[in-house]
Every structure is written in structure tokens, then in C-alpha cells.
């Protein structure tokens, strides 16, 4: 089942062509491998980071920067618009009505309408204000205990980092990898 998933996974973010979220999902597979490793074997991962990010940073320049710039715009437009807006932000699901007044000063790098600003952090902020974002470190604070050992911490630093440049409560794959980290770990971790 879990290969399954892992598939389902790998093939919506071809489809999707997210080479940071491939990245990402092969670098916490790594990693929940590296945890079965011996600790003398674990150079390995090592490598693997060092050939993923390189693939991933070829990969970013093929489109050119101006995939990195267009997020950087949606960035200032949120943390734009959570200043307007700091309690309760604009509502959920609301980026998309508002945040084309936030850049309307400037030429857009990328015209197409975006609905999230590819930061969960900031869309928390953005449409929910800080009731919101507070809300959210409390869920992480909570499920603390589902994240022992190298890999399941390893694998939430990995889906935090893809949660600042990418991850929306709208996309159903952040639901998906937030209830595989939140499951019971059992003892997959206890050589670690």
C-alpha cells in the first residue's frame, strides 16, 4: 500500500512538474532507507542529497529564474496582504481574490492567476492571520511525539522545508504526506 502511495506521489508531481517536491519526496525516501542503514553505510545518503539537489538545481534553471521570481512576488503579495489584514486575515481560500490589488503596482513575471502563494506559512498568515498561524504551531506542537527518531524527523524537516516554497492546504497531495507523517511510526525506527 505504502508503494502504492509512494507512486501515486511520484507521479503527480511529474505531473504537476514540481521538481522540488520530487526532490524532496526522494530525499526523505532516502532517508527512511539511510534509518535501516548501518551508521558507517549512511555516507550513502550523502550522495544521494548531493546528486538530488544537483538534479534539482539543473532542473530550476531550465525554466528559468523566473519560476524562483514569481514566487518571490506572491511572497511580498501575502505578507502584504497579512498586514492589512494581521487577526484574521482575509478568509480561506481568499488569496487569489485579493492578492492581484497587492501587485498591481508592479509587472507581473508570471500573468497566470495563482491561488495559493506557494508558502503555507504565509497563506496561513495571508487568510487566516496569526488565530491562524497560531493555530497551526499548536497541530505541529501536538503531534511532537509522532515524530521519533533520525528518519520521521528528518522526513518532517523535509515536508516543513516544502511547506515554504510550495505547500497549500488547497493541494491534496499536503494532506496526504501530513497524514503519513502523523501515523504511528511502530518500530521502523528502532535500530536508530
Same mark, same amino acid.
Given at each position: 500500500?505504502?508503494?502504492?502511495?509512494?507512486?501515486?506521489?511520484?507521479?503527480?508531481?511529474?505531473? +504537476?512538474?514540481?521538481?522540488?517536491?520530487?526532490?524532496?519526496?526522494?530525499?526523505?525516501?532516502?532517508?527512511?532507507?539511510?534509518?535501516?542503514?548501518?551508521? %558507517?553505510? %549512511?555516507?550513502?545518503?550523502?550522495?544521494?542529497?548531493?546528486?538530488?539537489?544537483?538534479?534539482?538545481?539543473?532542473?530550476?534553471?531550465?525554466?528559468?529564474?523566473?519560476?524562483?521570481?514569481?514566487?518571490?512576488?506572491?511572497?511580498?503579495?501575502?505578507?502584504?496582504?497579512?498586514?492589512?489584514?494581521?487577526?484574521?486575515?482575509?478568509?480561506?481560500?481568499?488569496?487569489?481574490?485579493?492578492?492581484?490589488?497587492?501587485?498591481?503596482?508592479?509587472?507581473?513575471?508570471?500573468?497566470?492567476?495563482?491561488?495559493?502563494?506557494?508558502?503555507?506559512?504565509?497563506?496561513?498568515?495571508?487568510?487566516?492571520?496569526?488565530?491562524?498561524?497560531?493555530?497551526?504551531?499548536?497541530?505541529?506542537?501536538?503531534? %511532537?511525539?509522532?515524530? %521519533?527518531?533520525?528518519?520521521?524527523?528528518?522526513?518532517?524537516?523535509?515536508? +516543513?522545508?516544502?511547506?515554504?516554497?510550495?505547500?497549500?492546504?488547497?493541494?491534496?497531495?499536503?494532506?496526504?504526506?501530513?497524514?503519513?507523517?502523523?501515523?504511528?511510526?511502530?518500530?521502523?525506527?528502532?535500530?536508530?
Amino acid at each position: 500500500l505504502l508503494l502504492v502511495l509512494w507512486t501515486l506521489l511520484c507521479g503527480g508531481l511529474i505531473a +504537476l512538474q514540481s521538481r522540488l517536491g520530487l526532490f524532496l519526496l526522494g530525499l526523505a525516501t532516502a532517508l527512511e532507507f539511510a534509518a535501516h542503514l548501518r551508521p %558507517r553505510n %549512511r555516507w550513502l545518503l550523502l550522495a544521494l542529497f548531493v546528486v538530488g539537489l544537483a538534479l534539482t538545481l539543473s532542473g530550476l534553471f531550465d525554466k528559468g529564474m523566473a519560476g524562483v521570481l514569481a514566487r518571490v512576488q506572491l511572497w511580498q503579495a501575502a505578507w502584504a496582504i497579512f498586514l492589512q489584514h494581521p487577526w484574521l486575515g482575509i478568509g480561506p481560500h481568499g488569496f487569489l481574490n485579493v492578492y492581484p490589488d497587492a501587485l498591481a503596482t508592479v509587472g507581473w513575471v508570471d500573468p497566470r492567476l495563482t491561488p495559493w502563494p506557494h508558502s503555507l506559512p504565509l497563506e496561513l498568515l495571508a487568510e487566516g492571520g496569526i488565530l491562524m498561524a497560531l493555530a497551526a504551531c499548536l497541530l505541529l506542537f501536538s503531534a %511532537r511525539g509522532a515524530f %521519533r527518531g533520525w528518519a520521521s524527523g528528518s522526513a518532517l524537516a523535509l515536508f +516543513l522545508l516544502l511547506c515554504l516554497v510550495e505547500a497549500s492546504t488547497l493541494r491534496l497531495w499536503f494532506w496526504v504526506l501530513l497524514v503519513i507523517l502523523l501515523l504511528p511510526s511502530g518500530n521502523r525506527n528502532s535500530r536508530t
